[in-house]
């Protein structure tokens, strides 16, 4: 809005950022209808639920490989959700040479979204047998594997149990069409502060902390 003087100035700038985006899948659902009758569905797809499905990273995450088709990640509470978040803001800072030393101050925004359609959950049986695999902290082959094979199935999400904290589970959803958002939307901003032994997240009265150590089979989150 700094760059323009109208509305119509400002409309024009933003379609030419859009136009400037990887495409979206081919394939995008209708209106999605809201739970409540007096909540107005969002039509989708929103840039919240859709922009992981845009980009294609050279690096890999726990169910996608590295420059495969985009996963949206979210958690079933917040405080795991937060935790994912604490786990990969202290890996920047302490995978960087020039940061280690020092602290990072980020802003994050947090929102709620609904995922339904086919899937599986790996903290059930006879899945759950198996969780040594699913939960590892930085070796993804099996995981990728898993991926590969519930793609092929048409499986649209997978729940699985939260490797960042203790009792929480987190959902990788292979489909926009499986998610939806719903109105009013107001998004939470949290402050966090990551040093290279501890990560704290803030909102008003709302505190989570976890403190961090480097060990030989990987970093010790508590």
């Known amino acids: 809005m700094r760059l323009v003087d109208t509305l119509d100035e400002q409309a024009v700038l933003e379609q030419l950022l859009e136009n400037s ?21 969002i039509p989708v797809p929103h840039y919240l639920l859709s922009t992981p499905f845009r980009y294609r990273s050279p690096f890999p995450s726990r169910f996608r490989r590295p420059h495969h088709a985009g996963i949206w990640y979210g958690a079933e509470t917040l405080r795991a959700a937060a935790a994912e978040v604490a786990y990969w803001r202290w890996r920047f800072l302490v995978d960087s040479d020039g940061l280690r030393s020092g602290e ?7 929102f709620q979204a609904r995922v339904q359609g086919q899937a599986i959950d790996l903290s059930a049986a006879p899945w759950d047998s198996l969780a040594a695999l699913w939960m590892q902290d930085r070796d993804y082959s099996a995981t990728h594997a898993l991926a590969d094979a519930a793609r092929s199935a048409g499986l649209q999400w997978l729940r699985y149990a939260s490797v960042r904290e203790n009792g929480g589970h987190c959902a990788a959803v292979f489909s926009l069409q499986a998610l939806s958002l719903h109105l009013p939307h107001w998004p939470q901003t949290w402050h966090c502060k990551t040093t290279a032994h501890s990560v704290w ?3 008003e009265e709302q505190r989570y902390a976890w403190a961090f150590a480097l060990a030989p089979n990987g970093p010790v989150m508590s």
Do not use: D, W, Y
């Open 21 to 41: 985006k990887p495409a979206l899948p081919a394939s995008l659902p209708g209106p999605v209808a809201a739970e409540l009758p007096e909540l107005p569905a």
């Open 104 to 110: 990072l101050h980020t802003e994050h925004s947090f």
């Open 201 to 203: 997240l803030v909102r």
